[in-house]
C-alpha cells in the first residue's frame, strides 16, 4: 500500500466552525489532491499541489484552502463549516501530472 | 457535457460472467487512462492503466482504450463475488490533475 495517511479518519462537527483534515504522505511525491466523493457526483477535485507552497484550484473549490509547508503533509481547511460539505474527502498523490494515483482511505465529514 | 461519462448501474450479474465496464469522454487531449476499484467505506485503488489506444491485460482483467471513439473499456473475466464494488474511469492530458467518471456500481452474484 502506498503511504498515504489521512487524519483524522471521522469527523463531526457544527457549522460555522473551522475544520482541518491532514493528509501525509511517505512516498516523496510531488503531486498531491484533495478530492471529495458524493452519491451521484463522484470524485471532485476541490486543490492541489504540484509542490511546497504551490497549490492550485480544482472544480469544487469555494469554501476551501489548502496549505502545503512540506512535501509530505497537504491540509484541506473548511473556513466556516456548512452542511453542504459533509461529505468523504480523500488525499491522492502522483509522481507527475498522468501518473498513477494512490489514495488515502478518506475522511468522513458530516457538518451538523 | 461532461468530460467524463460512465454509466453509474448498478450492474448486477451471476458469477462466472464476463463483465464490460464503459466511460466515454469529450477531450481529445486525454493520454493517460485508468482504471480504479473501491470497495465499500474504502479509498480507489488502482486496477490498470494504460497509455494512449490498444489493450492491457492482467489475470482475468482487460483494460481498451480506443481514442478515435473516445471510448475506455474495463472487461472482467469469471467475474467473482469479491469482485463486488464500484469501478471508476479516470484520465489525464498528463498536464492536468486525473478526471473521474462517476463510478460503476457492480454486484456479482454467487
Known amino acids: 500500500d502506498a503511504g498515504i495517511t489521512q487524519s483524522p479518519r471521522h469527523k463531526v462537527t457544527e457549522t460555522g466552525t473551522p475544520v482541518t483534515l491532514r493528509c501525509h504522505q511517505t512516498e516523496n511525491h510531488r503531486y498531491m489532491y484533495w478530492y471529495r466523493q458524493d452519491p451521484g457526483h463522484g470524485l471532485r477535485l476541490i486543490h492541489y499541489?504540484?509542490?511546497?507552497?504551490?497549490?492550485d484550484k480544482g472544480e469544487v473549490s469555494d469554501g476551501y484552502s489548502v496549505s502545503r509547508s512540506k512535501t509530505e503533509d497537504f491540509l484541506l481547511t473548511l473556513e466556516s463549516a456548512t452542511s453542504s460539505q459533509t461529505s468523504v474527502y480523500f488525499c491522492?498523490?502522483?509522481?507527475?501530472?498522468?501518473?498513477?494515483?494512490?489514495f488515502g482511505q478518506g475522511t468522513r465529514l458530516t457538518v451538523v | 457535457q461532461k468530460e467524463v461519462e460512465q454509466d453509474p448501474g448498478p450492474l448486477s450479474v451471476p458469477e462466472g460472467a464476463i463483465v464490460s465496464l464503459n466511460c466515454t469522454y469529450s477531450n481529445s487531449a486525454f493520454q493517460y487512462f485508468m482504471w480504479y476499484r473501491q470497495y465499500s467505506r474504502k479509498g480507489p485503488e488502482l486496477l490498470m492503466y494504460?497509455?494512449?489506444?490498444g489493450n492491457k491485460e492482467d489475470g482475468r482483467f482487460t483494460a481498451q482504450v480506443d481514442k478515435s471513439s473516445k471510448y475506455i473499456s474495463l472487461f472482467i473475466r469469471d467475474s467473482q463475488p469479491s469482485d463486488s464494488a464500484t469501478y471508476l474511469c479516470a484520465m489525464s492530458t498528463g498536464n492536468t490533475p486525473l478526471v473521474f467518471g462517476k463510478g460503476t456500481r457492480l454486484s456479482v452474484i454467487a
Open positions: 491522492a498523490i502522483t509522481r507527475d501530472q498522468g501518473t498513477e494515483a494512490f
Open positions: 494504460t497509455y494512449s489506444s
Open positions: 499541489s504540484y509542490g511546497v507552497k504551490d497549490t
